[in-house]
């Protein structure tokens, strides 16, 4: 009887042990293999080579492409050569008229190409469910100003966290759930949608009913070279890889533990972290922002300093660096060995001796 008493309590036991672990385990968003860095070499003193008055205000995002630099604003994009610092174009305006927009993209989030010598980028234009496209060419010679639907989606609405163009026949979306309690992601095109599989147990992570959904919030980019989305998770500790063309997925943290989702989830608005503020990519790999301040914290301090830090598209850590103030947005211009930077507080556009990041790589 005793021996029969003693089975069934280990039992007991060890069925609790793994409904706890299952449970806990549940509430970390991870996709595909998770991989922790804990080494990151720090780049210190990037010089500072100059500040760029590009003549554009209230600059929300930056993108390099080639010799041009386009700046989003709340309002329009501007073409900004890398020259002589001076812009060239203005479009994407904000308005209700053809080829205007209701919501004005930021600029990393385009997706630029070339075809017959000619520069083009399409666009995200969720609110009035497409992807556009615009021949950046013409429109710096100002012959023409013409934006086209490429992709008409009902999928692509205002349940829309994400959308992403991924080339002319697709996008990656990340979708609210019908509860706004977590989100779908998948690419879509005109006329299908496909689930990713990497991505199904991420998109069954969910905060409470009552929670808050801003928890699973990140920024979120694509390289067409090496055909991966890069999401930069704004409460949580880590930067998620996910491949549109295959069952491929790895989650980055700079640590040695994920963030738990219900735990972040619990905490007040103003003592949450913010860990990844922006992002943005390239053929060799990616960088996000990186904040460490809660928003308590943001707003007493006056010298608050963000880090960038840098991966390859095998989530290798490469460097971070440090900057002095808060980073809106930035992008690494590698045949120059350049990085622009947006400080956040001041609307400026500053330009650093990127050679010590690029040679890393």
Known sequence: ????????????????????CSESTSNYLSIGTTEFVTDLPAIDNLRLIDTVDCEVLGMRSIKVVDSLLFISTISSWSAVSAIDKKPIAEFFRMGPGPGEFNY?????EGYFFKKN???????????????????ITKALSHEDFEVTPVINSPEINNNCWVTIPCGEDKAFISQANNSFTGFS??????????????????DNITVTNDGDINVLSKVTRFCP????????MIYLN?????SIDDDWGKTICVGKKLDNVNTIEQEEMSMRTDTYITGSVWPQGFGGVYSGYSRK???????????????DWNGKGICEVELPFKVLAFD??????VLYVINKDEDMLLRYDASKVVELY
């Open 1 to 20: 009887m005793y021996r029969k008493l003693t089975s069934y309590l280990l039992t007991a036991l060890l069925m609790s042990l793994a409904i706890s």
């Open 104 to 108: 004005i993209p930021r600029a990393a």
């Open 117 to 135: 010598d000619s520069l083009y980028v399409y666009a995200p234009d969720h609110n009035n469910g497409r992807i556009s496209k615009l021949n």
């Open 185 to 202: 992601r998948f690419i879509v095109t005109n006329d299908s949608v496909i689930k990713l599989p990497v991505t199904r147990n991420a």
């Open 225 to 232: 070279a090496s055909g991966k989305i890069a999401e930069f």
């Open 238 to 242: 880590q930067i998620n890889l996910i």
């Open 297 to 311: 914290e943001g707003q007493k301090s006056l010298s608050e300093k963000n880090k960038i830090q840098f991966f």
């Open 332 to 337: 690494l211009d590698f045949e120059n060995k």
